[in-house]
């Protein structure tokens, strides 16, 4: 039972990043349009998936590592340091210096812009306290995160996030593109930069006092 709450923000994780439309579902939506296509949007998702869970694992991996390498303190202090700069950075410049595709990128393309995306927002430093918590449950004796035991996590933590995110990304895109339409988001549009950079601040004040 110790370990649910980790889980369950691994997907409310999952849900935030395939609610936010700088991680790909305006994107596919606007390919969508542009071709004319529902199979477009449809496609468009795989290397959104792929992309932004190349990312996230990424991350898992260098987390372990130097989780495994530093003790508990000195890697807290040290993830926690990385996610809040990089929270400053987005309040201070926003995310403008953003990566630029056209509409004519191919899966391939579109694929390496949603890792870029992922990874320059830093959504997979957002699961950094998750997978601590479930690294850790049951073994407060240790000074770092044991990496055998953490790599087959990362894997499941790195398939919820995923399969939330993409589930959450392909509700909101085929939404939009079959009955909203691109001019209600004119009338409902959320500011996700400022959430996002809320989050990310909220991340590593989290690792600070955990």
């Not at 923000?9 to 004319?36: C, D, I, T």
């Not at 000195?74 to 950075?89: C, E, K, P, Q, V």
């Not at 909101?172 to 691109?182: N, R, T």
């Amino acid at each position: 039972m110790t370990t649910f709450w980790p889980w369950l923000s691994l997907a409310g994780l999952g849900a935030f990043h395939g609610l936010n439309p700088a991680m790909g579902w305006l994107f596919a939506v606007a390919l969508g349009l542009h071709r004319q296509s529902r199979r477009t949007v449809w496609l468009s998702l795989v290397p959104i998936a792929i992309g932004h869970a190349i990312s996230i694992a990424t991350v898992l991996v260098v987390v372990i590592a130097f989780g495994a390498a530093l003790d508990l303190d000195s890697f807290r202090l040290a993830a926690a340091s990385l996610i809040l700069g990089l929270a400053a950075y987005g309040a201070v410049y926003g995310h403008r210096h953003r990566v630029r595709v056209g509409m004519r990128t191919g899966m391939a393309g579109l694929a390496f812009w949603s890792f870029l995306m992922a990874t320059s927002h830093g959504a997979g430093l957002m699961l950094v306290p998750a997978m601590l918590s479930i690294c850790l449950a049951d073994r407060s004796g240790d000074l770092a995160i044991p990496m055998a035991s953490s790599l087959p996590v990362a894997l499941a933590a790195l398939a919820v996030h995923s399969g939330v995110m993409l589930a959450v990304i392909a509700a909101v895109a085929l939404a939009v593109f079959e009955w909203l339409g691109l001019a209600a988001l004119r009338s409902a549009w959320i500011n996700f930069d400022r959430l996002w950079t809320l989050a990310l601040g909220a991340t590593g004040i989290a690792l600070l006092v955990q």
